[in-house]
Each structure stands twice: as structure tokens, then as C-alpha cells.
């Protein structure tokens, strides 16, 4: 991953699509109700609360833990409140738990069950507009939400693009991706595991089994579930925005040739040792039908950023998590495209709905609520909006998936420079030789869900190490062949040879 370029130098590659953006931001660009963006917040005066009418209640699909907590609706009823007087809108927040997420929002895509807002992912984003689920808010957004529009960079902006479009607002965060290895300190030290210098997953191998015979038969040092595996296995590909694993492009390859990934004799040594752990008792033996994690995990694998870990021991009920970044920091259009939020072409409030994420975008009270829970109860205020502390781990929403974290409380013992370091991070970022690039699939919407329905009969197993890979890979790659995996690649080649000419 050491390319000599950096980011700001490896985003001439996606210059050239932001003409339209750029003529938007010129003399004909909208007011800015007054405010900057000073990291302040904004001028907030009422001009388009709704004038003796009901509030409008936006729903909003998120991901996060379930079952949710006592005090859930009286949370939301006081981020409500706070809404309803700054911009005269409420929202009502549906929670897609991890193990269901895929399917529920597959669903409601799929039925045209009524929506507002959706959290969506590279994974799904691409087929879900081709699909016409969300609304082009191309130019809604530099009407309805100037100071959202200023806030997010031009380049995070041009990364959700599709056709030239706008139709999501991608969460402005560690928007490059990190990723680290996680370990609970007490079996660092127990244990004496040099985590530092672990860079591989045979790096690994020694520390597991100590743990292994030293925590006892039913101790599980790498607890996986069926649809992670390993969080960060195929990272070193770019998967072009597909959200299919077995196609990609190595990020640091100059020629940008699409691979057949489990061809590739790296990933198949992977996928040996997961096998071998999985048959050792290293990994959990329900792995490939585990559908939620652990709330304790003695090692993980994350994207990450600096004080992360405070959030995870948190979460987990940890005395102290320690990590090492693996990975990284690296742009794809991918990472780009890691945490969207999109409004439904069918909603009746589009206006309101990107008003709403403006405010929480750039309201740093609001920012909290939503990743914290409810003031005083869930967390409480250490410096003003700032710093704060969690007094509770139950929570449920996944802050990353909401908006920005520039505007967001460092928790109390993370860096208080913490999002300094973020923003550092995707300053440094080194690009994916194809960043910029997203595969149009309107053409292969047959081809990609055969192929598709056939991975996902090999891809728990195969991903938590359950399955032999050398017995395994070679009938998936055959039947992902037999289901049109050739023209898929034939297909994202021409593409990218025509996109980078």
C-alpha cells in the first residue's frame, strides 16, 4: 500500500467529474441563510417551519443493536423536540438490527414500503438507485441545504455520484478507511502478546492458541458472524462500488485489472487459516449461522480511527480495548460510500428530510442526541458539546451511520484532537488506483444476482472458515462462471479502460 501519491494529489483521477459541481458553486450558487461554516452553528431561524400545520414526522431507516432500550422513545421524543422548534420537523427512527439489515432494507426497497430516510452502504447503494428507490437531490440539496452542501468536500461529494448525480449525503467521518486490529489488554498483558508488531494473520496464529490453552475449551478467541467473517479480509481490493466479494481490482495495481478474488493465492492462504482455526476451536464453531456479535470479543477487526477504542471497551463492557492500525489510511470510492443516507423518490418531504440532516450535520446538540442517547440519562456533558461521557452502554444506534463527526463530542478519555487526527487521516489517505470509478450495472443486473445467489450458498462457510476452501473455491468459482462471472468482469474491464483512457 506504500504509493508515493497522497490523497489530495491521487483525486485529480475524480477532478474531472466535478465540473457540474464546480458551475453550481459559482456566481448562480444559492444564499447561505447567513451562516458559515465556522464550526459554529448555524442560523437557524424558523423561515420555513410549517405555519399552523402538523409537524411532518420523517421515518428514518438506521442500523444498530437491538432490542432497543426502555428509554428509546423518550429519547427520540426529546431530539424531537428540539427539532420541531429549530426547522418544524420530527423524525421516527426504525432500527434494522446487524443480523437483519441486509434483508429488512432489501425488502423495503424491493415492496415500496413508505420511507424518508434510509442509511445505505457501497453494497447496496449502486442497485438501489438503478432500481429508482431514492431521489436525484442534485440540485434540492444547494436549495434546501447550502450549509450541508459547503460543509461535506467536494471530493466525499463526487464519490457518491452516479451518472453524474446526486442521490445520497455521504457521512463526512473517517470517510478513508483504517483498519486495526483490536485486543483486550488484560490478555495482552496475561498473555505478553507483542501486539505492535502483528501485521499478519499468521502474526496471529501464536497469541490465539496461548489464549486458547490458557482460557479453556469454550473460549473463542476470534468469534466471527456468518455475514462479517473477518472485518477487513478483502480490503487490499477495490470492489469497484459492487458489493460482491469475489470480483475486485488490487488497490495499489497500476494496470487496474479486475481479478476472480478467490483466484488469488493471498486469499486462498487466508481463507486456509481461518479453516485451520476454525477447526482448532480458535473460531466460534456457530460462526456460520451467528447472525449478531458478542457484546465481548477478546480480538476483532474494525475500521477504526484514533480513540476509537474508548467507544469499543464502552460498548463491551471492557476495561480497556488496545489496537494497531493494519491498514491504511486508504480512499476508495467504496470507503467513500461506506455510510449514506438517501431520501425515497416517493417521499412527500424531501425538503425537510435534507433539512434534517443539515441540522444534525452542523448542529452539534442534536449531533450528540442522536449518537449518544438521551442527555443525562445515556450519556452527560463534560464540556459543553465538546466532551462528553457515557453513563450507559445500551444505546443502540451506530453513530457512523447518522452524519459527520467533526461536529460530533469526543468521548471522555479519547484524544479531545481526536477528529483533528480523523480529518489527518483522510489528508494522508493514499488512493485506490480506480478511485473515482463506480461500476454501472444496469447492464448486468442479471449476471451480477446469479451470480450473486451463488456466492451466498458458499459464503458463510467459506468467509468464517467452516468450509475446506481447496475443496470449496474451485465449485464456487465454477458455478459463479457457469452464472456469468466472466461477462461481469469482461464487462467492469471495459468500463474502467474507457473511464481512465
Not at 468467509?463 to 464487462?491: F, H
Request: aromatic share 10%; proline share 5%.
Amino acid at each position: 500500500m506504500n504509493r508515493s501519491f497522497k490523497l489530495l494529489s491521487a483525486l485529480c483521477i475524480i477532478a474531472l467529474m466535478a465540473s457540474v459541481l464546480a458551475a453550481c458553486g459559482g456566481s448562480n450558487s444559492p444564499k447561505n441563510n447567513g451562516s458559515t461554516n465556522t464550526g459554529s452553528k448555524p442560523d437557524t431561524t424558523n423561515t420555513d417551519k410549517p405555519a399552523n400545520k402538523d409537524v411532518p414526522t420523517l421515518v428514518w431507516w438506521l442500523i444498530g443493536g437491538t432490542p432497543l432500550p426502555a428509554n428509546f422513545d423518550k429519547a427520540i421524543d426529546k431530539m424531537n423536540e428540539y427539532t420541531a422548534e429549530k426547522i418544524g420537523v420530527k423524525i421516527d427512527i426504525k432500527v434494522a438490527s446487524w443480523g437483519e439489515w441486509d434483508t429488512k432494507i432489501n425488502t423495503i426497497v424491493n415492496t415500496g414500503e413508505p420511507f424518508d430516510i434510509m442509511f445505505t452502504n457501497n453494497g447496496k447503494y449502486s442497485k438501489q438507485v438503478s432500481m429508482g428507490a431514492f431521489a436525484d437531490i442534485t440540485d434540492l440539496i444547494q436549495t434546501e441545504a447550502p450549509e450541508l452542501y459547503k460543509l461535506i468536500p467536494e471530493e466525499v461529494w463526487n464519490g457518491t455520484k452516479i451518472d453524474g448525480k446526486f442521490y445520497s449525503v455521504p457521512t463526512y467521518k473517517d470517510s478513508s478507511l483504517s483498519q486495526y486490529w483490536v485486543y483486550d489488554d488484560k490478555l495482552v498483558q496475561k498473555y505478553n502478546i507483542d501486539f505492535t508488531n502483528i501485521k499478519t494473520l499468521q502474526d496471529l496464529d501464536k497469541p490465539f492458541r496461548d489464549m486458547k490453552a490458557g482460557e479453556g475449551k469454550s473460549f473463542y478467541p476470534l468469534q466471527l458472524t456468518q455475514a462479517e467473517g473477518l472485518n477487513g479480509m478483502f480490503n487490499d481490493y477495490d470492489d469497484m462500488t459492487l458489493g460482491f466479494q469475489p470480483i475486485g481490482v488490487k488497490t495499489d495495481d497500476p494496470s487496474r485489472k479486475v481479478v476472480s478474488i478467490f483466484e488469488q493465492p493471498e486469499v486462498m492462504e487466508m481463507l486456509k487459516t481461518l479453516h485451520t482455526w476454525y477447526k482448532d476451536g480458535i473460531i466460534n464453531p456457530d460462526a456460520p449461522t451467528k447472525a449478531e456479535a458478542e457484546k465481548y470479543r477478546p480480538f476483532f477487526a474494525a475500521q477504526a480511527f484514533p480513540g476509537a477504542e474508548v467507544g469499543m471497551q464502552i460498548n463491551a463492557g471492557v476495561e480497556k480495548y488496545v489496537m494497531e492500525k493494519t491498514l491504511g489510511p486508504l480512499y476508495t470510492t467504496s470507503t467513500i460510500q461506506g455510510s449514506l443516507n438517501a431520501i425515497s423518490a416517493n417521499s412527500k418531504y424531501k425538503k425537510e428530510a435534507l433539512q434534517y440532516l443539515q441540522l444534525l450535520n452542523t448542529d452539534s446538540k442534536l449531533r450528540n442526541m442522536l449518537a449518544f442517547g438521551e442527555p443525562d440519562v445515556d450519556f452527560k456533558s463534560v464540556d459543553g458539546d465538546k466532551v462528553i461521557e457515557r453513563v450507559t452502554d445500551t444505546w443502540p444506534l451506530a453513530a457512523y451511520s447518522q452524519g459527520t463527526f467533526f461536529n460530533m463530542a469526543v468521548t471522555k478519555g479519547a484524544p479531545e484532537d481526536q477528529w483533528e487526527q480523523v480529518k489527518k487521516l483522510n489528508e494522508e489517505a493514499t488512493a485506490s488506483t480506480i478511485l473515482g470509478f463506480a461500476l454501472d450495472v444496469s447492464d448486468l443486473q442479471t449476471e451480477i444476482a446469479n451470480a450473486s445467489a451463488v456466492y451466498d450458498k458458499y459464503k458463510y462457510e467459506l468467509i468464517t472458515g467452516a468450509s475446506d476452501p481447496e475443496k470449496v473455491v474451485p465449485k464456487l468459482i465454477s458455478e459463479l462462471k457457469n452464472a456469468g462471472m466472466d461477462t461481469i468482469i469482461q464487462k467492469a474491464q471495459e468500463q474502467i479502460d474507457n473511464y481512465f483512457k
